[in-house]
T-cell receptor, first 115, second 116 residues
Framework: DAGVIQSPRHEVTEMGQEVTLRCKPI?????LFWYRQTMMRGLELLIY????????DSGMPEDRFSAKMPNASFSTLKIQPSEPRDSAVYFC?????????????FGDGTRLSIL | AQSVTQPDIHITVSEGASLELRCNYS??????LFWYVQSPGQGLQLLLK??????LVQGIKGFEAEFKRSQSSFNLRKPSVHWSDAAEYFC??????????????FGKGTKLSVKP
C-alpha cells in the first residue's frame, strides 16, 4: 500500500524565494496534518485539515506560511518569502479521521534549507 | 497543562540487551497513548497504541508498552535489542472519547544508539 507521499525530499533555496511543499495522503484518509521538526522545538503541528477544510491553523508561525488542500488527494504548504529560520524538516501525515483513536501516518518529510 | 515528558534524551544499549524507554504524561483524563519510531531520514512510524483494556499492549518489531495509570506512564520495552532498532522514539498523547488527533501532543523524543 502506498503511504503518504511528500515531494520534494530535499529543497535548498535562497532567502526570499517562494517554497512549495507537496503532500499526497493515503487514499481514503480524510484528515491531513502538516508538521515542522527542528532540533530546538521538536515536532510542531502547523495546520490540519478534515475533508479538505482547514480546521486549525494556529500553529502556522507567520503569514508567510500558507496551506491548501484543493482535493482529497493533494495538499501544499507554501512559504513566501522564505527565511533561513524556516530551515527544518516538514512532515505531512494523514489519518482516517480526526478521532483520537485514528493514528496518523507520516510521510518521509521534506528537508528544507534556506540559505 | 497537558504535557508529555520523555526524560531520556539519548540512551545507548548493547545489542541483545533489554530496553525500556520512559514516557510520562500530564493529562486531565485517561488519554490515548502512542509510540512512534523515526529512523534517520524517514518519517514517524507507529509502533503501538493504547486506547483501553489490557494495559500491556504489543506492537510491531517486538516492542511492547505498559500503561500505568497510577504513575501516568506509558513505557516502551523490548526484551532484546537489535542493531536495526537504532532510531529516535517518540511518545504521543491525545484526548480520548470525543477528542481530536489535532490535539495530539508529542514528546521531545529519545534517541537510541545500539552498541555491537
Amino acid at each position: 500500500d502506498a503511504g503518504v507521499i511528500q515531494s520534494p525530499r530535499h529543497e535548498v533555496t535562497e532567502m526570499g524565494q517562494e517554497v512549495t511543499l507537496r503532500c499526497k495522503p493515503i487514499s481514503g484518509h480524510n484528515s491531513l496534518f502538516w508538521y515542522r521538526q527542528t532540533m530546538m522545538r521538536g515536532l510542531e503541528l502547523l495546520i490540519y485539515f478534515n475533508n479538505n477544510v482547514p480546521i486549525d491553523d494556529s500553529g502556522m508561525p507567520e503569514d508567510r506560511f500558507s496551506a491548501k488542500m484543493p482535493n482529497a488527494s493533494f495538499s501544499t504548504l507554501k512559504i513566501q518569502p522564505s527565511e533561513p529560520r524556516d530551515s527544518a524538516v516538514y512532515f505531512c501525515a494523514s489519518s482516517l479521521g480526526l478521532q483520537g483513536n485514528q493514528p496518523q501516518h507520516f510521510g518521509d518529510g521534506t528537508r528544507l534549507s534556506i540559505l | 497543562a497537558q504535557s508529555v515528558t520523555q526524560p531520556d534524551i539519548h540512551i545507548t544499549v548493547s545489542e541483545g540487551a533489554s530496553l525500556e524507554l520512559r514516557c510520562n504524561y500530564s493529562y486531565g483524563a485517561t488519554p490515548y497513548l502512542f509510540w512512534y519510531v523515526q529512523s534517520p531520514g524517514q518519517g514517524l512510524q507507529l509502533l503501538l497504541k493504547y486506547f483501553s483494556g489490557d494495559t500491556l499492549v504489543q506492537g510491531i518489531k517486538g516492542f511492547e508498552a505498559e500503561f500505568k495509570r497510577s504513575q501516568s506512564s506509558f513505557n516502551l520495552r523490548k526484551p532484546s535489542v537489535h542493531w536495526s532498532d537504532a532510531a529516535e522514539y517518540f511518545c504521543a498523547v491525545g484526548p480520548s472519547y470525543g477528542g481530536s488527533q489535532g490535539n495530539l501532543i508529542f514528546g521531545k523524543g529519545t534517541k537510541l544508539s545500539v552498541k555491537p
